[in-house]
């Protein structure tokens, strides 16, 4: 029975090809915002948890600006200065602060092609052993730069094999704005897209490369062992605060970090998201828009199948699932669509310097969506469904 609903119903979207097409219009654009929604909050989720599961469990994190007020951070209203770090480091219970420059966009050229590259800038000698010992990086080949170098630089895997047509070596220079870089070292891939895609260069050697003195984006604690790392969060908050001419700041252990930043992801899709549905309401009102009239034009074709013996059950599941199957295949386009939007933004991401947002394709939710677009089909075409059931057969054949 369900094989000839199918072909019935499949049947009689081909015969009307022009307003199926745009009955599932508004489902089409609903879902794909959905699934583009969800691929890239999959994956931001994943390039953080990835990012928080490397910083170490003895790893705490200052940052410039309040939670509640994340613009200050992307409109630059907010850094951390050199003597602050000094601060840090007095705190009772602080092995080391790794102060960190990030993601500076500069253009970069390697064998005669030019592109914009992301750079982050850290003291050697910190970076090297909270790099090694508290988040597991590691060199695949080459050696980590003398401590005052300013003219050699470290590569993630992937910024070395994919960044230029020609992959990069160890002993190969960059030339950015002008200089020359060379490539000391190559960190192995660990699968965070960040860390794998950057350049990494010292803060004195990113000042002489770019004529600019840069305040700090974060700075990375190492806790002595055996410390407690709230008590010492709360402490590195209390010597922050007393100095003079310091802004906003947040300090964070990883495990908090991870939390907030799993909320402020969770509640950006749920917006989304919400406001995607509007889409998916307005298709639904288009496939009972639809199969209303298609009830009024099949009227005598009702009434016939009703006479020779068609009972009420059969004639409003042949209904319901032409429009279940409107919002299927409504569903399958715009997962499709969704797919390209996501991996657009992704591509386009990636060419500005955001290589932490990546799409996460998950089956799972391709197949909640197109189930769930299928359920709004039916849902939609059920009223008509029902009228056309309940039609007497005298009156149906007699409908012009």
Known sequence: ?????????????????????????????????????????????????????????DLIFVIPGELADPTSRLIGKERIRAKDVEVIKEVSGVDLALPTVES???????????????????PWPEMRIIFEESRGYKLESGSWPSVNSERE????????????????????????????????GIFAEIGEQSHD?????????????????????????RAT????????????????????????FSVLTSAKAGDIAG?????????LAAIASV???????????????????????????????????????????????MGAFGGAVGVVLGAIIAKSVEFYATGKGFSFLAVSFSPKTIILVMLFSFFVGIISGFL???????LKPVDALKYE
């Open 1 to 57: 029975m369900l094989k000839n609903l199918f072909f019935l119903s499949y049947k009689n979207l081909q015969y009307r090809p022009t307003r199926s097409w745009l009955t599932v219009t508004g489902i089409v654009i609903g879902i794909s915002v959905v699934i583009a929604i969800f691929f890239l909050g999959a994956g931001l989720d994943k390039a953080v948890s990835g990012l928080l599961n490397q910083f170490g469990a």
């Open 104 to 122: 500076k966009l500069l253009t970069g050229e390697f064998k005669g092609e030019k592109k914009l590259v992301a750079i982050q800038a850290q």
């Open 153 to 184: 630089i470290l590569l993630g895997k992937k910024f070395a094999d994919k960044s230029f047509k020609n992959p990069i070596g160890i002993g190969d220079n960059i030339v950015v704005k002008g200089k020359r870089l060379k490539v000391a």
């Open 197 to 221: 895609s950057s350049l990494y260069i010292s803060v004195r050697g990113l000042e002489a490369v770019s004529g600019e003195k840069f305040d700090y984006m974060t700075v990375l604690v």
């Open 225 to 248: 062992k055996g410390t407690n790392l709230d008590e010492l969060a709360e402490n590195i908050k209390y010597t922050l605060s007393k100095q003079k001419g310091i802004g906003d």
């Open 263 to 271: 909320d402020i992801i969770g509640l950006i899709e749920f917006i």
């Open 279 to 325: 889409a998916l309401v307005v298709g639904g009102v288009g496939i009972m828009n639809s199969m209303y009239t298609s009830v009024l034009e099949r009227t005598p074709e009702i009434g016939t199948m009703k006479a020779l013996g068609a009972k009420n059950k059969y004639i409003l599941l042949v209904f319901v699932f032409e429009s279940g199957l």
């Open 384 to 390: 008509p469904a029902r009228a056309a059931a309940k």
